[in-house]
């Protein structure tokens, strides 16, 4: 019961039915579910892409408060940067299958090095009007996982690439301490 009142939940809820839960009740369940077992490590895969953002904001926050009391370690896979940033100590970006660039949350915002790194950042929204800016659109297709290009996955799209980028997969390459990227701007 301890875990239930934890998540935001009341012992009456356990005599319902799923579809009597709404989202934000049915991700509190999950992470109760999750935490039952004891974990050292969760991975929370997407946890409030079907949220409002009043509703995301509270799962974020459970899971930062819930982190602090139990101890766990944690992967969340997102595609939202504003709810990477907010919830993320350390932050990887994948291209095609391949980590592309690892560093410091604040780091990794300040100052992104891979191409595709800059590219999510820039295409990010801005709310305030006098900050607009045209997004980035990265051009040309993702490639075929089944058939990945030779070098660097990325290079069909790069606006930075190299003749080496086309034949040579990419440097694992420390910029500064502790943030890495895989990428021949920085080999």
């Given at each position: 019961m301890t875990v239930l009142k934890d998540v935001g939940l009341s012992p009456e809820h356990?005599?319902?039915?799923?579809?009597?839960?709404?989202?934000g009740q049915r991700q509190r369940i999950g992470v109760a579910r999750a935490l039952i077992t004891g974990p050292e490590f969760i991975v929370f895969d997407e946890p409030t892409s079907a949220?409002?953002?009043?509703?995301?904001?509270?799962?974020?926050?459970?899971?930062?408060?819930?982190?602090?009391?139990?101890?766990?370690?944690?992967l969340f896979i997102s595609h939202d940067l504003a709810v990477v940033r907010h919830i993320s100590?350390?932050?990887?970006?994948?291209?095609?299958?391949?980590?592309?660039?690892t560093a410091p949350g604040k780091r990794f915002f300040?100052?992104?090095?891979?191409?595709?790194?800059?590219?999510?950042?820039?295409?990010v929204p801005r709310p305030d009007?006098?900050?607009?800016?045209?997004?980035?659109?990265?051009?040309?297709?993702?490639?075929s996982p089944l058939?990945?290009?030779?070098?660097?996955?990325?290079?069909?799209?790069?606006?930075?690439?190299?003749?080496?980028?086309r034949k040579v997969p990419p440097p694992h390459v420390e910029v500064t301490p502790d943030h890495w990227v895989n990428c021949h701007l920085y080999g």
């Open positions: 356990l005599d319902r039915y799923p579809h009597e839960f709404s989202g949220l409002d953002v009043s509703v995301q904001a509270q799962i974020l926050n459970l899971i930062k408060e819930l982190q602090k009391k139990y101890q766990y370690a944690y100590t350390r932050i990887a970006v994948m291209y095609l299958g391949s980590i592309v660039e300040e100052a992104p090095c891979h191409p595709y790194t800059r590219a999510l950042i820039a295409a009007p006098l900050q607009r800016k045209t997004l980035a659109v990265l051009s040309g297709d993702v490639p058939h990945l290009p030779e070098g660097c996955r990325f290079y069909p799209r790069c606006k930075e690439v190299k003749a080496i980028c």
